[in-house]
């Protein structure tokens, strides 16, 4: 059987924040794709390249729990990563009720990568785990 890369979408406007996280994810083996906008992400999820996403807080003109039930609309079992400081409880809130799977910081330095990263990993356990029980394909 072929071992499958697992697909990880960056979906973020600011460019630093995108490069850092994908430069971190591609040194630890993912398949990552980025993208600046909300038709971006769309895309990605719509061509099935992406198990999980990291989603920034804002695209274009829409919040990303705007963005959110849209995305699950492509994909119902996409797992999503909100990566976000600074952000007011009632969009938190909000976020979890459109079904993110985790709301982690944004990285400003390396050493604030490590949640980030362990929150991938458990997402794409997530992900492995469903997919063998429940036979979801993305």
Not at 9 to 19: F, G, P, V
Not at 23 to 41: E, K, R, W
Not at 117 to 132: G, L
């Amino acid at each position: 059987m072929m071992m499958h890369i697992p697909g990880l979408l960056i979906a973020d406007e600011d460019m630093l924040s995108r490069k850092r996280m994908a430069d971190l994810f591609i040194n630890d083996g993912y398949q990552v794709t980025v993208t600046d906008s909300a038709a971006g992400a769309l895309y990605g999820i719509l061509k099935k390249t992406a198990q999980v996403v990291l989603l920034s807080t804002h695209f274009d003109e829409l919040l990303a729990t705007e963005l959110i039930p849209l995305l699950k609309k492509c994909n119902r079992n996409l797992t999503i990563i909100l990566v976000a400081s600074e952000l007011p409880m009632s969009l938190i809130r909000k976020a979890r009720s459109e079904g993110i799977f985790y709301h982690a910081l944004k990285p400003d330095r390396p050493s604030d990568e490590e949640e980030l990263r362990q929150a991938v990993k458990c997402a794409f356990e997530k992900v492995t785990h469903d997919i063998q029980v429940n036979g979801f394909k993305n």
